[in-house]
């Protein structure tokens, strides 16, 4: 079963997974690879279409990114975006010059005459510059279809080689039309159908993991969060002898650990196997204060856990492993300093006794793994969950993790949780949790000292986590949260909101 796939080439720019999520937007199924991809790797994909992306180099750059030339005769439709623009315009014999840099909104003039990207759209709308390089000489049997003030050839397009060129970022938000260009490209100039989405999606992956796991065994370490609860719930529709274990380390939200268990077990009629590990966690953290060091044991101590467990199991044929289609983006990329040692499932193959690992959602963005969890029934508390991180409220309490502290941490951010739900701002506000610091001060309540805790109230706005800004939550919400927390939650006597964006601070407090 061959998905009609659009392939983006990759030559560096940093709107790249822009492109990406336009066109799996519009129903189309898409992959971003390196410009370097060898041609018989490109006709292997069988794409219906090619686009390349922008980049930061100059064509006149001596080690400027080329794809091979073969890609040219392809007879596929390909869509150039401002470098890959000006890549196009060079090869088949245009001048590209040297110009002044242009950044932001400039207004898109349509030329007259017949044009593929331009099709249905005004006569003028606002797009979106990032340039320095622009394309003065149009190579032979182009046609130009829009212009600026400053770039005479903005558009242009040859329909015999199905070649179609912008020098702006359709894929940006500020594009007006941005949408529309790349929905001409993929409908009007690939003519495919759009059929990507999650229903479809489903059914093909269900077939699929049919015949490949049949009556095997496979094993899947649930933990709560979207992607593996997605990646269990499709595996389990396909074949009978899926086995989930979720570790319950304690560390968890209010009332988290009994909704996996009543959504998976419950609802969804998985094989789950609950380890409750609360008090060896609790031992193994006592006295542990600095953050890697309680990062590491609850690492460890995880993996040791799901061990033992996966001895009892024995021999699985199959390990789950809920990668997404960014983390592959990813990974290979990194290689900058620990700032943090994350505990996730990652290093869990190397514990389990397996001969081969699924990853189902390896080509879904974020959206479309939570698209893909509410086709599959599964309620919003899972599919919209925000991130919670592996080692959960053991770096949520400064210091030392205590049964006492794990208590009033969790009251405090139900009551947190259940305001900005109640003000609206629970889809907005990227990430929104309290942490409890190891500062006690003074208070009065009626007519008594006090000396409790602060808790301190963090909510970020973000796409990704890797940067992020402190949310405007507005103050009447703050003041309410702040008042009922006092109010409801003992040993807590001030409450402060946490101003910092990242960086130079980081979205979790250790
Ligand atoms: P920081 O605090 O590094 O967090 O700015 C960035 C994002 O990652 C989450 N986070 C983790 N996720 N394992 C995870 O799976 C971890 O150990 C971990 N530590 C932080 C954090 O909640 C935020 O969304």
Known sequence: MQRET????????????????????????????????????????????????????????????????????????????????????????????????????????????????????PQESICWMSHSDYVRDLPDDFRVTASTDNVPNVGFEDDKRKIYCVQFHP????????????????????????????????????????????????LCALSGGVDSAVAATLIHRACPNLICVFVDHGLLRKNEAEEVVRVFAGEQKMNLIKVDAQDEFLDALKGACEPEKKRKIIGSHFIKVFEREAKKIGKVDFLVQGTIYPDRIESGLNGSATIKSHHNVGGLPSVVDFKEI?????????????????????????????????????????????????????????IYREEIAKAGLDKSVWQYFAVLTSTQTVGVMGDYRTYDYTLALRGVTSVDGMTADWARIPYEV?????????????????????????????????
């Open 171 to 218: 894929e940006v938000a500020h594009t007006e039309k941005g949408k529309d260009i790349i929905s001409n490209f993929l409908f009007k100039a690939c003519r495919l159908k759009g059929d990507w989405n999650m229903a479809n999606f489903a059914a093909e992956q269900i077939e699929l993991l049919r015949e490949k796991i049949g009556d095997k065994k496979v």
């Open 478 to 510: 703050l003041d309410i949260v702040s008042r009922r927390i006092v109010n409801e939650v003992k040993s807590v006597n001030r409450v402060v909101y946490d101003i910092t964006s990242k960086p130079p601070a980081t979205i979790e407090w250790e």
């Open 6 to 121: 659009v392939l983006i080439l990759d030559f560096g720019s940093q709107f790249n997974q822009l492109i990406a999520r336009r066109v799996r937007e519009l129903g189309v199924y898409c992959e971003l690879i390196p410009f370097s991809t060898p041609i018989e790797k490109i006709k292997a994909y069988e794409p219906k279409g090619i686009i390349f992306s922008g980049g930061p180099k100059s064509v006149y750059e001596e080690d400027s990114p080329r794809p091979d030339d073969g890609i040219y005769s392809l007879g596929v439709p390909i869509f150039g975006i401002c470098y890959g623009c000006q890549l196009i315009a060079q090869r088949f014999g245009g001048q590209v010059f040297r110009g002044e840099s242009e950044y932001g909104k400039c207004t898109l003039n349509r030329r007259d005459g017949k044009t593929v990207l331009f099709d249905g759209l």
């Open 358 to 414: 699924i990853e189902p959602l390896r080509d879904l963005f974020k959206d479309e793994v939570r698209a893909l969890g509410f086709t599959l029934g599964l309620p919003e508390s899972i599919v919209m969950r925000q991130p919670f991180p592996g080692p959960g409220l053991g770096i949520r309490i400064m210091g030392e993790v205590t049964r006492e502290k794990l208590e009033i941490l969790r009251e405090a951010d139900c």
